[in-house]
């Protein structure tokens, strides 16, 4: 191989490699933002299966930053059908299809949670005596 070929070859070996270091880092600024909640904190209170949106977690994401980087408590996620009737919840509740959660928030009101979790996105939202209910239906 002449010196010309190798050195371009090299060359373009450190741009793949300054990408992918570039792609890696961008990666983990990214996660760091957005992983406040763990998969497990939506899961069934009974069964402990997990059903999801990923609409729900993204826009909760932002709810937790517009309260002031607040820790949101879950009370409860996904109810998979047997649990959802033992605890009386609606027939064709959201929280049945992954599209459900319950929060509590310190500081806040659920009136207030429920204000800011309007401007944030989520379609059904209703404040309850100690609880605010949101869903993206
Ligand atoms: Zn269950
Ligand atoms: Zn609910």
Known sequence: MDTNKFRRLMWFAMVIV???????MC??????????FKNSEFSC????????????IA???KLRHELGD??????SGYR???HNKAIGGAKRSQHC????????VAHYTPQEVAHFAKMMGFTWVKAYRSWTHLDVR
């Open 18 to 24: 300054f990408i992918a270091f570039l792609m890696s």
């Open 97 to 104: 299809q992954g599209k459900a959660v319950d929060i509590k």
């Open 45 to 56: 209170k009974h069964c402990g299966k997990i059903v999801i949106d990923s609409r729900l």
């Open 70 to 75: 607040t820790p949101i408590v879950i009370t």
């Open 27 to 36: 990666d983990k600024a990214h996660s760091a933002e957005v992983n406040h």
């Open 80 to 82: 998979c059908p047997k």
């Open 59 to 61: 826009r909760l994401e």
